[in-house]
């Protein structure tokens, strides 16, 4: 067996549900049978305990709210119905929100808790996107061409995040203070709606409630639309204002001239 596939059968045997299927796995060795349990079952804690962790550190707010024992069997339950498929886990975590919906108890005690969860991988996967300098030569192609033209260039990680729950204040209380957590909770109970706006800024993690017309003007520029036409899809987006701050906090990093042989 090549080196590659022993480090593939090493890493499958790691996350698999069950050590006898751990050990099948693995194939056979040249030490005993009970070497190999015993070694085995020690990399399986080490790596059980290593992504939890890892899930803790991309899910602080979720980890808080659960606290850790309840939050340690949820990184178990995780851990063993989609297990790690690279030896990096800061990848693993995104099936975090579907698992959450999948257990009754804990969706209808907590119904808010999935949608915090899938707040904080958006916040996570910012924090690790490509890096993209910000072009301020290009937005005098603001003025010297016609938004049929152009389009606008958006953030590393940017994503919008729609929720019935007050997603933005619970997840800023927890991690800034700022609303403390007695106002987050009086939003819960009032069932405010919150969307999110999630962006890196150099390296530096954003996060603000999305503002009227944002949404679909947002999306439209992430298909590439030509700006005329993501305006045309938030009407209720007051441009002129949402420019400069947009540019200013990093959310626009430049602005493209579309080829006209475009379809």
């Not at 299927?21 to 790596?47: F, I, M, W």
């Not at 498929?85 to 693993?92: H, K």
């Given at each position: 067996?090549?080196?590659?596939?022993?480090?593939?059968?090493?890493?499958?045997?790691?996350?698999?549900?069950?050590?006898?299927?751990?050990?099948?796995?693995?194939?056979?060795?040249?030490?005993?049978l009970?070497?190999?349990?015993?070694?085995?079952?020690?990399?399986?804690?080490?790596?059980?305990?290593?992504?939890?962790?890892?899930?803790?550190?991309?899910?602080?707010?979720?980890?808080?709210?659960?606290?850790?024992?309840?939050?340690?069997?949820?990184?178990?339950?995780?851990w063993?119905?989609?297990?790690?498929?690279?030896?990096?886990?800061?990848?693993?975590?995104?099936?975090?929100?579907?698992?959450?919906?999948?257990?009754?108890?804990?969706?209808?005690?907590?119904?808010?808790?999935?949608d915090?969860?899938?707040?904080e991988?958006?916040?996570?996967?910012?924090?690790?996107?490509?890096?993209?300098?910000?072009?301020?030569?290009?937005?005098?192609l603001?003025?010297?061409?016609?938004?049929?033209?152009?389009?606008?260039?958006?953030?590393?990680?940017?994503?919008?995040?729609?929720?019935?729950?007050?997603?933005?204040?619970?997840?800023?209380?927890?991690?800034?203070?700022?609303?403390?957590?007695?106002?987050?909770?009086?939003?819960?109970?009032?069932?405010?709606?919150?969307?999110?706006?999630?962006?890196?800024?150099?390296?530096?993690?954003?996060?603000?409630?999305?503002?009227?017309?944002?949404?679909?003007?947002?999306?439209?520029l992430?298909?590439?639309?030509?700006?005329?036409?993501?305006?045309?899809?938030?009407?209720?987006?007051?441009?002129?204002?949402?420019?400069?701050?947009?540019v200013?906090s990093?959310?626009?990093?430049?602005?493209?001239?579309?080829?006209?042989?475009?379809?």
């Amino acid at each position: 067996m090549s080196l590659a596939a022993q480090q593939q059968a090493m890493l499958a045997a790691l996350w698999a549900p069950r050590p006898a299927q751990a050990l099948l796995l693995l194939g056979d060795s040249a030490l005993p049978l009970l070497t190999r349990e015993r070694g085995l079952r020690a990399y399986r804690s080490n790596g059980r305990a290593l992504a939890e962790r890892a899930l803790a550190a991309a899910h602080p707010v979720v980890a808080e709210l659960l606290g850790q024992e309840n939050f340690d069997a949820l990184a178990h339950q995780l851990w063993l119905r989609h297990p790690p498929t690279s030896g990096d886990v800061g990848r693993w975590g995104a099936e975090l929100p579907a698992l959450i919906e999948s257990l009754p108890d804990l969706a209808q005690e907590e119904p808010y808790l999935a949608d915090v969860a899938r707040l904080e991988w958006a916040l996570h996967r910012a924090a690790t996107a490509a890096d993209a300098p910000v072009d301020a030569a290009s937005f005098a192609l603001l003025a010297a061409q016609a938004p049929e033209r152009i389009t606008l260039r958006l953030a590393p990680g940017m994503q919008c995040l729609a929720s019935v729950h007050p997603v933005v204040s619970i997840v800023q209380a927890h991690l800034q203070g700022t609303p403390s957590l007695d106002e987050a909770g009086a939003r819960l109970r009032a069932d405010v709606a919150e969307s999110a706006l999630v962006w890196r800024e150099g390296w530096a993690v954003r996060l603000r409630e999305l503002a009227p017309g944002e949404a679909p003007f947002l999306a439209a520029l992430q298909e590439q639309q030509p700006l005329a036409g993501a305006l045309q899809a938030a009407p209720a987006l007051r441009f002129d204002a949402w420019l400069a701050p947009a540019v200013q906090s990093g959310l626009v990093t430049g602005v493209t001239l579309i080829n006209e042989e475009r379809p």
